[in-house]
């Protein structure tokens, strides 16, 4: 199905340990984004990029980069994980830059990590 | 600062009930208001988008007001059914375009 795929679905980690969450869409959308979920919160904004070739920060970014590899393709790495990223991850695209007006976003099924 | 609250954080009613899920900002400048539904282990879908020169948007069963003065939306479902049950979510975008979330409600249907 044509969508946005997160892999891995489920991780742990030891706190110290790096790891990098893959996400690809085959929408050809412009944007991408990385959220995470914490339990009684929204959604915040990690990292995003606009367009092919540009990231810049979100809400939460410390702890944390990314690669904009091509259109298809926007990963996140962790690259020393503590137990206070433990969360679901939610990678999501959009056809237009969010930031200036674009309105649908979709999303994929999420990455739970737990760093221990 | 923006600040999104969704309360209750859990619901559960009987099938068939009409339900109300209520969404409550601080900062009244909004773009536009989303709710957004959650199933366990699949990503977030959008419900409904409501402008923020809107008043409401209907889709189906679900009905989402806006009332910008006093920093509320509603979101309606009617003729509730066990397929309902999810965690339902809003996400104001403001005159920043920043999207600010709710925590969500996790509504439970009981057949």
């Known amino acids: 199905n044509a969508g946005v795929t997160q892999t891995p679905k489920f991780q742990v980690l030891k706190t110290g340990q790096s790891m990098t969450l893959q996400c690809a869409q085959d929408?050809?959308?412009?944007?991408m984004y990385w959220y995470r979920q914490d339990p009684g919160m929204g959604l915040r904004l990690i990292y995003y990029?606009?367009?092919?070739?540009?990231?810049d920060k979100g809400e939460v970014p410390n702890g944390y980069n990314v690669s904009r590899l091509n259109k298809r393709e926007f990963s996140l790495r962790l690259e020393s994980a503590a137990p206070s990223q433990t969360s679901v991850y939610f990678c999501?695209?959009?056809?237009?830059?969010?930031?200036?007006?674009?309105?649908?976003?979709?999303f994929g099924a999420g990455s739970r990590l737990t760093v221990l | 600062k923006q600040e999104v609250t969704q309360i209750p954080a859990a619901l559960s009613v009987p099938e068939g009930e009409n339900l109300v899920l209520n969404c409550s900002f601080t900062?009244?400048?909004?773009?536009?208001l989303q709710w957004f539904r959650q199933d366990p282990g699949k990503g977030l879908t959008s419900l409904l988008l409501?402008?923020?020169s809107q008043r409401e948007q209907t889709s189906g069963r679900l009905n989402a007001s806006l009332d910008k003065s006093s920093g509320r939306s509603t979101l309606y479902i009617a003729a509730s059914q066990p397929g309902d049950s999810a965690t339902y979510l809003c996400?104001?975008?403001?005159?920043?375009?920043?999207?600010?979330w709710g925590a969500g409600t996790k509504l439970i249907i009981k057949p």
């Open positions: 999501a695209s959009s056809e237009g830059v969010l930031l200036s007006g674009a309105n649908v976003l979709t």
């Open positions: 929408m050809n959308h412009n944007s």
């Open positions: 990029s606009a367009s092919e070739g540009t990231t």
């Open positions: 900062d009244s400048a909004i773009y536009n």
């Open positions: 409501i402008q923020s």
């Open positions: 996400a104001v975008k403001g005159s920043n375009y920043q999207l600010i």
